[in-house]
C-alpha cells in the first residue's frame, strides 16, 4: 500500500488549468524526484499536498484513506511536512525557539513558564539520533543556508513527518554542504520517511532519487526509475524539445580591453570582506568562487554600495569611487542581481511592467506625470526579449514561477542599459533552460562590451560561464586563474590547500 497516493488532480486559477489529470503514488522510505521546468505546476502541486491549496478535482489517498487536506495543519497532522526554498523560519527567534514553533511547548505545573531545559534535551537528542549539528542558542539570521535547512528538517523530525518534501533545498549550499545534507536524506530514508525531492540540477537526481516524475505544462509526463532514462532524455521530457547547449564562453582577447572595475585591498566595516582585489575589464565575464563564508555576496554588496567600506580603493572606468551607494551605482551604469529575489530583487505585490520599470521610472515622467504609454511599450519589448511567461504586464510578479520571476530581475537590470552586472547566484532556483537561456544572455552583453561579475555556488556552472576566476576564502581573494582548460579538481585544491594552512596555523598559535 502506497503512502501517498494521488489520482486525477486538477487546479486551476481563472480559466488557466495549473494542473491537469495529475496522477502519482509514493512509497515510504523513497526518495522521489519531481522535476519540470519553472511553471510546470511543481509548487502547486506541494501547495495542494500541504493544504494551502484545494484542487478543483481528483482524490487523494494517504496510506489508503481518501482525505481532505484543507488546511497546512492537516497535512501536519498527517505527517506531511515541507522545506521551503525561502526557508520558513523567524529570524530573531533561536534556533531552539523555531525548533518549537507552532508546538505546545511544555509548560510547568505550578507556576508559568516554559521548560526549557526539557526542550533542549528532546533537541539534543534528536540532533544526536540524526547525526547533525544545529547551533541551537544561535538566531536563524545569523545560521548558514544549511544550519537553516538542518534545522527545518530536525523540526519535521520532531514532529514525526512521514513525508517530506525539499524545494531546492541544496540551491545556496556549497558542495561540502550538500554532501552534509545528502547524508542526513539518506538516513531519513533508512528509517521509512518518504522524500519528494524538487531540484533543477539533475546531478542530484542521479544520485539520490529511485524513480522520477517529470510535470510540463501542468500535465505528468510520465513517471520512471532513474536507471530508465538519462539526463538528456530528461530535460526533453521536461521541455518538450532539445535543450539547446550554451556552450563555453567565446575566447576573446579582453587583455587588451580597459579595466571597467578595479577593487584595490577591500575591507568592509563588519569584516565580512578583508582584503579582495579583482580587476574586470570591458567584455569579460569574472568568476568569484568559494565556500562558505567566504565572502562573496558580502564583496557584491559593497562595490554596489549596500555594505559600508572601512578600506581599500573601488574604481568603476578609472574613477575612484569613495563611498558607492545603490543610486550612484545605478547611475554610474553598476547593477546588481541579488541572490534573494523576493526579498531584494522584486516587489512582490507590484505588477511585472512596474517592477521592470523602477529603476528608470523617472524616463517616463512629464511634468510630474508618467507616459504610460512609453512605459508600457518597453515592458512589453522586454517581455518578449526575455519569454517572460505572463498572461499581462499587469499580473502580480508574485504569481510567476521561480524562473520568470528572475527573468523580470533581469529585465530590470537590462532597462537601465549597465555596463556592469553584478550576479549574485542568478541562476538560484531556476529550470535547465531558464539557466542556458539567462547564460546565453549574459555572454551576449559580454560580447556587446558589458562586463559581468558572476558569483555562484555551483563550480561547473562558474567554470561554464567565466573567462577568468577569482576565489575567494574567508574574506579575502586568494587566487586569480583563467579559466580556459580549468577543472574543478584544481579549484578545490586552491580552497581546501589554504583552508588546511589557515588552520594549522590557528592550531599552531594556540
Known sequence: MSLLKVSELDKRFGKNYILSGVSLSIESGEIHALVGENGAGKSTFIKIMTGVYQPEGGEIFWQGEKVVLKSPRDARDLGISVIHQDRHLVPYFTGLENLYLGANYPKRKFWPGIRWGIMREEAERLKAQLGIEVPLEKQAQDMSPTERTLLEILRAVRVGSKLLFLDEPTASLTDQETETLFRLLLHLKSQGTAIIYVTHRLDEIFRLAERITVLRNGQRVGTMFKD????????????????????????????????????????????????????????????????AGAGRTELLEAIYGIRPKCAGEIKLNGKALSRPSPVSSLREGVVLVPEDRRGQALIMDMSIRENITLPVLRHYTVGGVIAHSQERREAKDFISKLKIKTESQEQSVQVLSGGNQQKVVFAKALISRPGLFLCDEPTQGVDVMTRSEIHRLLRDQAEQGRSVVYVSSDLEEVLEVAHRLVIMQDGETIAELSAEGLTQEAVLQHCYHRRKESESLIGGER
Open 228 to 291: 530508465e532514462v538519462n539526463k538528456d532524455t530528461l530535460i526533453q521530457l521536461m521541455a518538450g524539445r532539445e535543450l539547446v547547449a550554451s556552450g563555453p564562453p567565446k575566447a576573446q582577447k579582453v587583455n587588451d580591453q580597459p579595466l571597467v572595475l578595479e577593487v584595490k585591498g577591500l575591507q568592509t566595516v563588519d569584516k565580512r570582506v578583508k582584503h579582495a582585489d579583482i580587476s574586470v575589464r570591458k567584455g569579460e565575464i569574472l568568476g568569484v568562487y568559494g565556500l
